[in-house]
Structure formats: structure tokens, C-alpha cells
């Protein structure tokens, strides 16, 4: 990238390497490798670009409350980002929350053909063995856009003035 002249770097905080359990300890292996992955970058004068959460909801909040079906999701997707905020937050002036939530609903929660794989006939795509077609895909945006406003409101009062020109947004 640095031989090319690129000067900055989309990139993904998988949710599920950097805290394996949805909430709790966090790995230390995932949070040395984003730190070493954002240092070297920095250091070759390329700005990180982080996405929080990129199709990638640990297994665990899906099997405890069903992930981005339910409410709980809001508070454990806000937590993950204070963890990212403090951790990285020094080093990173560009940040997205969750990567076009509109696919994700669309394609998890109503065609059943990415995960977590829930649909009803006569809409989904694949063999719709649970979920229903008709709400979880409103249900699971609804909550998405909740969690993007908790974390977005605390990154800014929290964070947002210990770093020069900073950005919080969803990706569309």
C-alpha cells in the first residue's frame, strides 16, 4: 500500500477476535493485532479507516438472545465500541458503526442467505428452517440504527474531544 501511494485504509474490527463472547474479557491476541495492524499503518503515513461491525455479531449474542433481533444487542454493540474508542481511539479519526445495516437486515433477517440465516417462505432464498420474514428484518434494522445512535452519542461525549477532526457514521 505504501509502495502504491495509498493513503488510507478501510478496515474492520472483527467484533468476534477482539472480545470472543459478544461482552467481557477482551482477547489480548485480537487487540495486539489491531494495535500492531493500526501502528503500521500510521507509521507508513496511511489513515485507518474502521468499520465496528462488518457481518461479523459473535456467535454468542445470537445463540443467548438472538444478536440483532432483540434489545440487548444495543447495549452489548455499545459496549464493544467504548473497548475499540479507548483502544484504538488515539490512532483512528475515521469511524463507521455498522456497515451497510440495510444488507445486513435484508439479506440475514428476510432472504435468509447470509447470516444468521432467518427467513420465512414465501421470501427467503434458502431453506427457512427459523425467523420470520415479515418483521425480524425491521426489527433487526430498527435495533442496528438504536445501537449506532447509543454508540455514535457516547463516542461523542466520551471521546470525541481528546482527538483532532474525528468522524463517527454508518456506512449506508
Known sequence: MYDMGLDALRLSISWSRLIPSGRGPVNLKGLRFYKNLIQELKTHGIEPQVTLHHNDLPQALEDEYGGW??????????????VCFKEFGNAVKFWSTINEPNIVAWVGYDLGSG??????????????????????????????????????RLYKQKYKASVIHTYISMVP
Not at 69 to 82: E, H, P, Q, V, Y
Not at 118 to 145: D, Q, R, W
Request: with cysteine; charged share 10%; net charge neutral.
Open 115 to 152: 447470516p444468521p440465516s432467518h427467513c420465512s417462505p414465501p421470501f427467503g432464498m434458502v431453506n427457512c428452517s427459523k425467523g420470520n420474514s415479515s418483521t425480524e428484518p425491521y426489527i433487526a434494522l430498527h435495533n442496528m440504527l438504536l445501537a449506532h445512535a447509543s454508540t455514535a
Open 69 to 82: 433481533i432483540n434489545r440487548k444487542i444495543i447495549g452489548d454493540f455499545t459496549a464493544f465500541g467504548d
